[in-house]
């Protein structure tokens, strides 16, 4: 079984002004197939920690469960005070963002004079090859 505490020590604790402030407990289940990590920091460093949009938090949740399934594992990354904690709630039960406007389409597309047609439905342009030029000298 991984060592999860001490990977996300490693993972969390650059982003910490003090590491002592990190607090990290580890529970796995009977049958040790889920693995629960459970982490709390202090306050003013939570900023830092989860990065801008929470880019950071991610990245460390996607690295924990890469190595949990590894190991033949599902692992859940909590942090304490955060308002989604758990990864299967992070990646699992969101649906993917949808774009505001897509061109070509919706009300809007003929207001801003963007075209009707999909890229996808346009013919490939044929290619044509060039005759190529003797530099040998022959004729």
Known sequence: MPDYPGLVRFLIEPFLESA???????????NAARVWIRIAFEGEDKGRVFGRGGRNIQVIKTVVAAAATCAGHSAYLDVYGSQSNSFEEDQGEREAPTRAREPGRGE?????????????????PSIKLRPRLNLDGDS
């Open 20 to 30: 002592n402030s990190l607090s990290i407990d580890c529970e796995t289940s009977e």
């Open 108 to 124: 809007d597309s003929q207001r801003f004079g963007e075209p009707q047609t999909v890229r996808e439905n346009l013919p490939k």
